[in-house]
Nanobody, 116 residues
Framework: QVQLVESGGGLVQAGGSLRLSCATS????????MGWYRQGPGSQRELVAT???????KYGDSVKDRFTISRDNAKNTVYLQMNSLKPEDTAVYYC??????????WGQGTQVTVSS
């Protein structure tokens, strides 16, 4: 069973920054992707950012130029640096691991709240 451990959520004022981390003991796919999705109140889950084991990244349109995803393959850990946060970034952020275009395993989610 693949378990994902997320950390780093919280409350921040608009314009502030947060860094999310997600670690797993194993990534049972080659190639693979690790990444983040989010679900805001009354919204569907959407892509935030993913990164493959080869370093290719993909971002949702609403976070480009503000968020940066990175990973440490040796530690099976993915990071999401979130800058210039906006109230509309408020959501539960879920870590995911899977194939490059198909998340398979999900974390429990971490709340990010951005106050105006």
């Amino acid at each position: 069973q693949v378990q994902l451990v997320e950390s780093g959520g919280g409350l921040v004022q608009a314009g502030g920054s947060l860094r999310l981390s997600c670690a797993t003991s194993v990534v049972p796919f080659r190639p693979n992707a690790m990444g983040w999705y989010r679900q805001g109140p009354g919204s569907q889950r959407e892509l935030v950012a993913t990164i493959t084991n080869g370093g290719s990244t993909k971002y949702g349109d609403s976070v480009k130029d503000r968020f940066t995803i990175s990973r440490d393959n040796a530690k099976n850990t993915v990071y999401l640096q979130m800058n210039s946060l906006k109230p509309e970034d408020t959501a539960v952020y879920y870590c995911a691991v899977g194939l490059p275009n198909a998340p398979v395993y999900w974390g429990q989610g971490t709340q990010v709240t951005v106050s105006s």
